[in-house]
């Protein structure tokens, strides 16, 4: 009886010890190679990892993404200039491989998507991507519109990303309405400006699941 007692109690704290972990890695040249291992915050239950892919005029990268996060969602995301997959998963280690790329493969879903002059774009979805969204964002006191497609696994996720509101999803082609991208007095944004806002977006929407 002893031995048994001692055992559990052994387990007990073994167990109690173990810290979970996700391995971490920032892959902006599309590598996760030097990915490290990362032992997790307590508020953190899940793993996660993301391939975001970006065409806009010559820009064209990959990056590579993984992390804790205290939760998330399997999906895409498609904003027109960049596309994204996400994988969650909730086992110690488990995010050792890279998401995947996102689809190619057409669903025959259409949304609107946004650019530097017009939300009037028609998107055409691929993979899981079911539904449409839209979001006001706000950059350098501006306001500015994105659009585009995402799974509904990603709508029904919580969550709250900063200087993104409004965000909603809905069913149906074309369901996300056109309209024009709010403007400045100094005029249209840049390219440059609209490439780097639609990113951090992205970005803080994926980590802050």
Sequence with gaps: MDLQISVFLLFVLFT?????SCYECLGLTGSC????????????TKCMSSTTVVQAGDISSKVKLKD??????NGSMNLGIAK???????????NLQDAPDPSNVLNGKTCYSCDEK?????????????????????IGGQSTVIKGC????ICDAETSVRDVQGTSCCEGNLCNGAQSVTQSANGA?????????????????????
């Design 16 to 20: 109690a010890g173990h810290s979970f």
């Design 33 to 44: 190679s030097a990915q490290t291992l990362k032992t997790c915050p307590s508020i953190s």
């Design 68 to 73: 804790c996060v205290a939760d998330c969602a």
């Design 84 to 94: 994204t997959s996400l994988v969650c998963c909730n086992t110690d280690r488990c």
């Design 118 to 138: 017009s939300c009037s774009n028609i998107l055409r979805c691929s993979g899981s991507e079911d539904r449409c969204f839209k979001a006001t964002g706000t």
């Design 150 to 153: 995402v799974s509904k696994s």
């Design 189 to 209: 944004q840049s390219v440059t400006q609209s490439f780097l806002f639609l990113c951090c977006s992205l970005l803080s929407f994926i980590l802050l699941h």
